[in-house]
């Protein structure tokens, strides 16, 4: 199982091949995670240190727990009280972390490229864990595995992204991850949560949630990102969820066995009916929690398998 990248830092690096590579790996995590002695030594020897600047409880957690369960001693630094705050520029960061000789970086940061700047300076792995609008490659890899175990297969689906397209990192890389794949997406959300130029991803774009689910395999909801809006995107919530927001009338239009997913945090009879989303039938989205632990330990594997075997990288 061959894996040539030194950092994870998005979908747009890797090649059809990298993801199976990446996911095959995880289905071995999953496993592993189901069982009652839920340990391995993998990373033994190995320091992770998680940086996020910005707050994630669920995604910071994900990926304490995916160290942990490999066996790496993982310390996670509060940057929200950090020198940065400080005036200490992300090289000083570097700088100082270099010293500490860490074999894995997991980077959040509200800034797209602050991740990619990091991973220029440091001399070890480092995986993005979300940076600005930019991407964030392991939730759309944990979405990947959801969906590849739900239905078979991760190849000519019909796949619909609903919501907040504009300020989404999620939404880009699933994008980048599920075009790979050769399948069909859909975009679906009101014009002013529609990023410009969005045509040149060869997507199809609906600004009306009835016609863009109808005979769709997978629904896949966004969360209003109301942290990076700067205006009036929406005329009201109330309005919002009448119009995009998922429930059974609408779900009905796609195909009987398409599934429901969310990224999380929801905010449910926003972006979803609360019943729909604990739907154990149609929702998938307590098994994207349970395989983002998994990706993200078949990630950091790979990542410092070369470090530790001496291979290229």
Do not use: W
């Amino acid at each position: 199982m061959t894996f040539a990248h030194r950092h994870l830092l998005g979908i747009e690096q890797l090649s059809p091949q990298d993801i199976t590579t990446i996911l095959d790996l995880a289905e071995t995590y999953v496993d592993l995670n189901r069982q009652s002695a839920k340990h391995c030594d993998v990373l033994s020897g190995l320091t992770q240190i998680n940086m996020f600047f910005e707050n994630s409880t669920r995604t910071q957690a994900s990926f304490e727990l995916a160290g942990k369960r490999l066996g790496a001693d993982v310390m996670n630094m509060a940057m929200q009280a950090s020198s940065i705050k400080k005036g200490e520029t992300l090289i000083d960061t570097a700088m100082t972390l270099n010293a500490m000789h860490p074999d894995l970086l997991v980077v959040r940061h509200p800034h797209s490229g602050a991740v990619d700047l990091l991973a220029q300076k440091v001399n070890c792995a480092v995986l993005n864990a979300g940076d600005g609008r930019h991407e964030h490659p392991t939730q759309a890899l944990l979405d990947a595995l959801t969906i590849r175990r739900a239905k078979g297969r991760l190849h000519r689906l019909s796949i619909a992204i609903c919501g907040d397209i504009a300020h989404s990192r999620v939404a880009r890389s699933n994008l980048l991850l599920l075009g790979k794949m050769e399948n069909r997406i859909r975009l679906i959300g009101p014009p002013t949560l529609m990023p410009s130029g969005i045509g040149e991803f060869g997507v199809e774009v609906y600004d009306d949630m009835r016609k863009g689910l109808r005979d769709v395999d997978v629904v896949m909801m966004l969360r209003l990102q109301k942290e990076r809006m700067d205006g009036g995107f929406i005329p009201s919530e109330r309005e919002y969820y009448h119009r995009y927001g998922l429930d059974a009338e609408k779900l009905a239009l796609a195909k009987p066995d398409a599934i429901v997913m969310h990224p999380g945090p929801m905010n449910r009879g926003v972006e979803i009916d609360g019943t729909l989303a604990d739907d154990i039938n149609r929702s998938v989205i307590q098994e994207q929690v349970e395989m983002g632990v998994a990706v993200r330990m078949a990630a950091m594997e790979l990542l410092t398998r070369p470090l530790t075997t001496g291979a290229a990288v």
